[in-house]
T-cell receptor, first 109, second 113 residues
Framework: GQQLNQSPQSMFIQEGEDVSMNCTSSSIFNTWLWYKQDPGEGPVLLIALYKAGELTSNGRLTAQFGITRKDSFLNISASIPSDVGIYFCAGQRDDKIIFGKGTRLHILP | NAGVTQTPKFRVLKTGQSMTLLCAQDMNHEYMYWYRQDPGMGLRLIHYSVGEGTTAKGEVPDGYNVSRLKKQNFLLGLESAAPSQTSVYFC????????????FGPGTRLTVT
């Protein structure tokens, strides 16, 4: 079946650093979505991307829909403690949505 | 507007017992979904529904049944629980047929001993 490869699996960074994570696939998607999940909570949508090449920002978050439609990245600038959590990418195609396995972000004191 | 709610939040079952997880949404969404989340596996779709009275299988449907008798509710049933069904279960809903922008509930943590 369709697979999304999300990397890195986990990151340890200092507060204030920028963060970058990405998702790649062998399949084309029509929509890319980025979610964040806090401990003990359900995922919450951060950014939705609908067009190849689209670059969208939400505060300190920026995400791009790859031009090949097979990848997407998420950047977080100037990380703060509340950015800790698991970030999931998701690709949508043919009324199906596939989730990546997540990137767990840790912020060192 | 409560969004997506799930009951119960936690449950422990013995192997072979049955139970039903309830998901409710007050956003008038057509689509609803049940996922399970296991460590290192991300979210995997169990079943979904594209409208009242309809259900369809997802990626990992075996051992589960669902019903969507009312638009706002989506029930997930385990007829005979197995330890492999120990997981965190998330319900989600979405407005459009495009399956994007899903809104998730807070999850149900199920342990089968």
């Amino acid at each position: 079946g369709q697979q999304l490869n999300q990397s890195p699996q986990s990151m340890f960074i200092q507060e204030g650093e920028d963060v970058s994570m990405n998702c790649t696939s062998s399949s084309i998607f029509n929509t890319w979505l980025w979610y964040k999940q806090d401990p003990g909570e359900g995922p919450v949508l951060l950014i939705a991307l609908y067009k190849a090449g689209e670059l969208t920002s939400n505060g300190r978050l920026t995400a791009q829909f790859g031009i090949t439609r097979k990848d997407s990245f998420l950047n977080i600038s100037a990380s703060i403690p509340s950015d800790v959590g698991i970030y999931f990418c998701a690709g949508q195609r043919d009324d199906k949505i596939i989730f990546g396995k997540g990137t767990r972000l840790h912020i060192l004191p | 507007n409560a969004g997506v709610t799930q009951t119960p939040k936690f449950r422990v079952l013995k192997t072979g017992q049955s139970m039903t997880l309830l998901c409710a949404q007050d956003m008038n969404h057509e689509y609803m979904y049940w996922y399970r989340q296991d460590p290192g596996m991300g979210l995997r779709l169990i079943h979904y529904s594209v409208g009242e009275g309809t259900t369809a299988k997802g990626e990992v449907p075996d051992g589960y049944n669902v019903s969507r008798l009312k638009k706002q509710n989506f029930l997930l049933g385990l007829e005979s629980a197995a330890p492999s069904q120990t997981s965190v279960y998330f319900c989600a809903s979405s407005y459009s047929h495009r399956d994007d922008e899903q809104y998730f509930g807070p999850g149900t943590r199920l342990t089968v001993t």
